[in-house]
């Protein structure tokens, strides 16, 4: 993930301890093909909950 991208700027990520707060205060859900969505405000971010691996970010 790129902090300083404008992206992920506008996605309401700015630093490493917005990323653990949209992963710690989340709203989980099957997205499919054995992953899963953490969505919190306008920001998704897609796993793999076998591997633990973020394959994903993407806005609502």
């Known amino acids: 993930m790129r902090f300083k991208d404008i992206r992920t ?7 490493l301890n917005d990323f653990a707060q949209i992963i710690n205060n989340d709203v989980i859900n099957d997205s499919g ?3 899963i ?16 691996i973020i394959v994903t970010f993407k806005p609502i």
């Open 37 to 52: 969505s953490i969505s919190y405000g306008s920001f998704e971010a897609i796993v793999n909950p076998r591997t633990f």
């Open 33 to 35: 093909r054995g992953l």
């Open 9 to 15: 700027y506008n996605l309401g990520v700015r630093s």
